[in-house]
């Protein structure tokens, strides 16, 4: 079994930061991909950034030069620096990892953390 577990969430005046971390933990053999997505309530969730094993990461353009994604790969942990927080930041954040296990591969997710952005 594997599990994602979200942390660092909470409430940050505009222009604040927040680090999100996000380890993997459990049965795990390979973590192939990780990132962050948000979703906001009535709409959809969104990719934010992600970060592959390749190296190639990728930033959704609305939070480029606020957001950065990096990974501890030896911990298995993928984390969101968001630096100059805005009130439509505020959302809820889950991370997101293609791992095998010595099994399968799959697509997991975490609970997801609340962000709150307000004055």
């Known amino acids: 079994q594997v599990q994602l577990v979200e942390s660092g969430g909470g409430s940050v005046q505009p222009g604040g930061p927040l680090r999100l971390p996000c380890p993997a933990k459990?049965?795990?053999?390979?973590?192939?991909?990780m990132g962050w997505f948000r979703q906001v309530p009535g709409k959809e969730r969104e990719l934010l950034a992600s970060n592959h094993n390749s190296g190639a990461t990728n930033i959704l353009d609305s939070v480029k030069g606020r957001f950065t994604i990096s990974r501890d790969r030896a911990n298995n942990s993928v984390f969101l620096q968001m630096n100059n927080l805005k009130p439509e930041d505020t959302a809820l954040y889950y991370c997101n990892a293609f791992i095998a296990s010595m099994t399968a591969g799959m697509v997991y997710w975490g609970k997801g953390t609340l962000v709150t952005v307000s004055s």
């Open positions: 459990g049965r795990i053999h390979e973590v192939y991909r």
